[in-house]
DNA sequence: TTTCTTATTGCAAATGGTTTTCATTATCAT
DNA sequence: ATGATAATGAAAACCATTTGCAATAAGAAA
């Protein structure tokens, strides 16, 4: 697939520079299926690149997040998780997370009609409240098969 | 209302005691509409009883969350907020987040459909991933009116 | 290609919410 | 009333994330 990537337009119109960590940090995201903490990011960086430093994943991070090619979850164990927000291996999904053990199981049953509905709603909540939505996230709490 | 509060029974079960920080902390909460702070709460507590550290906030809190008697959240403002779980004031709702100024819209008034999607979800995803499911949290992304 | 402006980076230090340690206090079963 | 021990408060420790600043490099202009 030639050509630039997706979100090289994105960075062009907002007036950032396309760098070499920000090219390896998307390129990891992109690789991913997993929801990866800011530190596991940098470890997987520092593999091939060990020059590039922690600060800069946060702050990439931070920059991609603001553009919304990423979004910033929050699952309970004391550290932010990143995903691309659109990518062949990142379908939309929603969230399952288990309170004791922290598993966290991505599905995908039903997003056509969560979606439908969810579309509708935002519709609605947009002229109610007068917000520009731009996405949504839905977590589900409970106990894995193994936690019970 | 007298008798007891009905999250006593959760304290007896488990062999927690009813200490008197606990009870004003519970008080606070079942009083309030608001996503309150470890440190909110600690400000609220100490007008009337000083005594009370902030440290015990963060306990009893992680208590009430273990419990399920009190739900935590995330809303990106680098800070976890407590909601009871159940309460006259708080029904169940759903947010709407602004990812400029960090406001936080409440909302309850669902669509029928909203209602039908998310039982119908929680009963399948129980099933296909023998997950017990407790609760959900759905929170939607943008700009408020003042932000945009 | 070379130059120049300035966004970006790396390192170290600072920040700040949350947790831990430990001696003291208070709950509640007996 | 008493005793076992869960709970508490204060201070220190933790640790993910952010910030300051001098050095570097991206990309527009020449």
Redesign the pocket.
Known sequence: MPGPPWWYGKFQNAG???????QIILGILSRTSKHL???EIYLSVHRTYP??????I???L?LLVHLGIVFKFDFGD???RYELTASQKQKHHHHLICRRCGRVIDYTDFIEEEREVFNKVEKILSQKYNFKINNHQVHFYGLCDKCQ
């Open positions: 950032h520079r396309v760098t070499l960590p920000r903490s800011a530190e020059a590039v430093g922690l600060t800069t946060y702050r990439t931070q004391g550290r932010s």
